[in-house]
C-alpha cells in the first residue's frame, strides 16, 4: 500500500488531493486544508488496472497545478486525509509561504498551541541604569477614583531587564506611598534576589497595588522568578476549581500567556495539567454567566486540547450570536484557542458565532487559520463599537500580509468605522492588491 499527497494553493484556494493504492483498489481523499474532506474509494480488475487510473489520476492532477507535498511520497496512508496540525508551521524568518507573511510576535505565534515553535534565542537586557529608572519613574501616572493609584503600564518597563532592574521595579511596586518609595529605592540593595515569598508578601501588603496591573507586576517578576514560580504566584487558589469572576482575569491571563505557558519546564506544565484535569469538564463549566473561567483558560494555555474538546462541543450552536455576557466575562473564544486543530477552531468559531473583539483574538485567530478564513477578522471589524476598537482591530489585522487580505482591506477601507488602516494596508502592498484582484478573474 502506498499513499501520496498533493496540495493546490492559488489565490483563495487551498486545497489538498490525498491517493492511496492498495491492490486492485484507489482510495482519494480531497478537500480544503486543514478540513477532513471527502474520501471515495473504487476498486478495479486487477492491480495493474488499478496501478494505471492511479497514475492517470496523478498526471491529471499535476497539469491542473497540484504540487506533491514535502515528505508525503510512499507513506502508508493514515487517518483523514490531514495531519494534526495541518496547517504549516511559521518559517523561521518569512513566517510566511512564497508572497504570504504573518507577521506575528512570538507571543502571539504561540496562542495556537498546536504548533512546534522553535524557541526564539534569549536577548542579553541591558546594563542596569539606575539614573534611567529613576526618570522613568518620575513619569509615573496615577489613576483610580482618588487619583493616587499607580498606573504603571505609564513607565514603559522594558520587555528584557537584568535582575537588577527587574528587582528595582518589585520594590518600587510593593512600596505603599510615593514618599516610602523614594525611600525604599535610595538605600536598597539591588541584587536580584526575590523569592517567590517576598513576591507574595510585598504585593499583598500594598493596598494601593490594583489587580489591574498584574500584568506588569508578572513582566518584572518574570525576571526574578523561574516561570513554575511564576506560575504559583500568578494562580494562587485558581487551580482549585473556584472560577468566580474578578475583573483581574484579563491581565492575569495574559501574563500566563505571555510570561509562564511558553517557558514552563515539561515537568512544571505537567503538574499544573495534572492539577487542573479534574476541573476541565462539562460538567465544571459555569452555568453563571457571570463567573469567570479561569481554569478551563489556564488550561487552553497549556495546550490541554484532549480535555477542552468536549467542553466546547457541548456549548449549543449559535451561542454568541449576540452579545451573550460570557462573551465578555469567560472568553470563551481564548477557550476555543486552546483546540488542538486549527480545522476545529474554525469549525466552533464559527459555529458559535463568536467575534474577535480584541487585537489578541484577531492574533489568535491569524495564528491559527492564518490567510484562510479572513471573512472572520472583516466581519468582526465591521461589528466594532467604535472607531477605537475598529482601528486597533484593523491594526492587528494589517500583519497578514497575503492577497488574500486584499478584498477584505477594500471592503474596510469602505466600511469600517475607523478606515484608515485599511487604506494603508492597500496602500502599501500594491503587489498583493495585484495578486488578490488576479484571484478574482
Not at 511559521?90 to 504548533?115: C, F, H, M, N, V
Not at 478551563?296 to 449549543?316: C, N, Q, T, Y
Amino acid at each position: 500500500m502506498s499513499t501520496r499527497e498533493f496540495e493546490f494553493r492559488d489565490g483563495s484556494s487551498d486545497k489538498f488531493w490525498k491517493i492511496t493504492l492498495d491492490g486492485k483498489a484507489t482510495t482519494v481523499n480531497f478537500g480544503r486544508r486543514g478540513a477532513s474532506g471527502q474520501t471515495q474509494t473504487k476498486k478495479w480488475a486487477s492491480p495493474d488496472e488499478a496501478r494505471k487510473n492511479h497514475d492517470k489520476l496523478i498526471a491529471e492532477k499535476t497539469k491542473k497545478g497540484y504540487v506533491e507535498s514535502k515528505g508525503k511520497a510512499n507513506g502508508t496512508a493514515k487517518g483523514n486525509g490531514t495531519s494534526k496540525t495541518p496547517l504549516p508551521n511559521p518559517l523561521p524568518a518569512a513566517r510566511g509561504e512564497g508572497t504570504r507573511r504573518i507577521e506575528l510576535s512570538a507571543a502571539e505565534w504561540a496562542i495556537a498551541t498546536w504548533r512546534k515553535l522553535t524557541p526564539p534565542k534569549p536577548v542579553t537586557p541591558a546594563p542596569f541604569d539606575r539614573e534611567a529608572c529613576e526618570a522613568k519613574l518620575r513619569g509615573l501616572k496615577f489613576g483610580g477614583r482618588d487619583g493616587k493609584r499607580p498606573e504603571w503600564a505609564s513607565v514603559g518597563l522594558p520587555e528584557v531587564m537584568s535582575r537588577e532592574e527587574a528587582h528595582y521595579w518589585f520594590l518600587a511596586m510593593t512600596s505603599k506611598s510615593q514618599k516610602d518609595r523614594a525611600a525604599t529605592l535610595a538605600k536598597a540593595k539591588l541584587d536580584g534576589r526575590v523569592t517567590i515569598a517576598d513576591a507574595r508578601a510585598g504585593f499583598e501588603a500594598v493596598a494601593a497595588f490594583d489587580i489591574s496591573d498584574r500584568a506588569e507586576a508578572a513582566q518584572v517578576l518574570s525576571h526574578l522568578l523561574s516561570p513554575g514560580e511564576l506560575a504559583e504566584w500568578l494562580l494562587g487558589g485558581n487551580l482549585d476549581g473556584d472560577n468566580e469572576y474578578d475583573y483581574g482575569d484579563i491581565p492575569f491571563l495574559e501574563s500566563y500567556r505571555r510570561w509562564v505557558a511558553p517557558n514552563l519546564a515539561r515537568a512544571d506544565a505537567e503538574r499544573f495539567r495534572a492539577q487542573l484535569r479534574p476541573h476541565i469538564t462539562v460538567a465544571k463549566w459555569p452555568e453563571d454567566p457571570w463567573a469567570g473561567a479561569t481554569s478551563f483558560e489556564i488550561a487552553a494555555a497549556l495546550g490541554m486540547h484532549d480535555e477542552l474538546r468536549p467542553v466546547v462541543e457541548s456549548w449549543k450552536d449559535n451561542r454568541y450570536a449576540k452579545n451573550h455576557p460570557t462573551d465578555l466575562h469567560q472568553h470563551p473564544l481564548m477557550i476555543v484557542f486552546g483546540l488542538g486543530d486549527p480545522a476545529l477552531v474554525e469549525k466552533h468559531v464559527r459555529r458559535l458565532r463568536l467575534s474577535l473583539r480584541t487585537p489578541q483574538h484577531v492574533a489568535g485567530w491569524l495564528a491559527h487559520t492564518e490567510w484562510r478564513a479572513l471573512d472572520v477578522v472583516t466581519d468582526s471589524i465591521l461589528k466594532a463599537l467604535n472607531k477605537k476598537e475598529s482601528e486597533e482591530l484593523i491594526a492587528a489585522f494589517r500583519a497578514v500580509k497575503a492577497p488574500e487580505a486584499a478584498g477584505p482591506m477594500q471592503t474596510l477601507s469602505m466600511r469600517a468605522r475607523s478606515p484608515k488602516g485599511a487604506r494603508q494596508w492597500l496602500d502599501e502592498n500594491p503587489g498583493l492588491v495585484a495578486g488578490g484582484a488576479k484571484a478574482k478573474s
